[in-house]
T-cell receptor
Framework: SQQGEEDPQALSIQEGENATMNCSYK?????LQWYRQNSGRGLVHLIL?????REKHSGRLRVTLDTSKKSSSLLITASRAADTASYFCATDALGGGADGLTFGKGTHLIIQP | GAGVSQSPRYKVAKRGQDVALRCDPISGHVSLFWYQQALGQGPEFLTYFQNEAQLDKSGLPSDRFFAERPEGSVSTLKIQRTQQEDSAVYLC????????????????FGAGSRLTVL
């Protein structure tokens, strides 16, 4: 079963615009991570936010976390064609459970040149 | 090597055949994970190794799935008597730290092995 649910499922924007993706999860967590997957490739780690953090930046990426609502958002500013990919949030499970990260279904982002 | 290497990249099997998928993690990485990713879905956890010990296999969908990591480095995921519903991309990931709870463990993924069962 999948812990997280990203929305929207698909997003198409013009190059240069900002892209916002949301993730909701079900159980309490230690950390939340965002990964990117280009077509036919493995996942690449983008950014990690701890449960005691509310916002984090890395280059053109901004992540927020609201543990009271069990939700996170990923903002990509000044999008580029190379940002076209699927984006997944991933959580661990506070208190144990499966040892692996649990991924959402992903948001497929298309940047129109 | 510099990254996580998986082979074969593509495998076509007839229903009922056995397949073996190989993962070569980053040297020195303690943790190794296998995930299954169906088309258009996120990765789903299959199993976890800490060195050579398989500590969690709660995600393996049936007893036809078997994974091993005998020397704590290379791992093999074996699927016996493949079925059409086994068609998916099988992703391997490794990390330096044990598990995902301790610290903030970031996973490095391989490119995956795409299995198609006819």
């Amino acid at each position: 079963s999948q812990q997280g649910e990203e929305d929207p499922q698909a997003l198409s924007i013009q190059e240069g615009e900002n892209a916002t993706m949301n993730c909701s999860y079900k159980t309490s967590i230690n950390n939340l991570q965002w990964y990117r997957q280009n077509s036919g490739r493995g996942l690449v780690h983008l950014i990690l936010i701890r449960s005691n953090e509310r916002e984090k930046h890395s280059g053109r990426l901004r992540v927020t976390l609201d543990t009271s609502k069990k939700s996170s958002s990923l903002l990509i500013t000044a999008s580029r064609a190379a940002d076209t990919a699927s984006y997944f949030c991933a959580t661990d499970a506070l208190g144990g459970g499966a040892d692996g990260l649990t991924f959402g279904k992903g948001t497929h982002l298309i940047i129109q040149p | 090597g510099a990254g996580v290497s998986q082979s074969p990249r593509y495998k076509v099997a007839k229903r009922g055949q056995d397949v073996a998928l190989r993962c070569d993690p980053i040297s020195g990485h303690v943790s190794l994970f296998w995930y299954q990713q169906a088309l258009g879905q996120g990765p789903e956890f299959l199993t976890y190794f800490q060195n050579e010990a398989q500590l969690d296999k709660s995600g393996l969908p049936s007893d036809r799935f078997f994974a091993e990591r005998p020397e704590g480095s290379v791992s093999t995921l074996k699927i016996q008597r493949t079925q059409q519903e086994d068609s998916a991309v099988y992703l391997c990931a490794s990390s330096y730290l044990p598990g995902v709870i301790s610290g903030a463990n970031v996973l490095t993924f391989g490119a995956g092995s795409r299995l198609t069962v006819l």
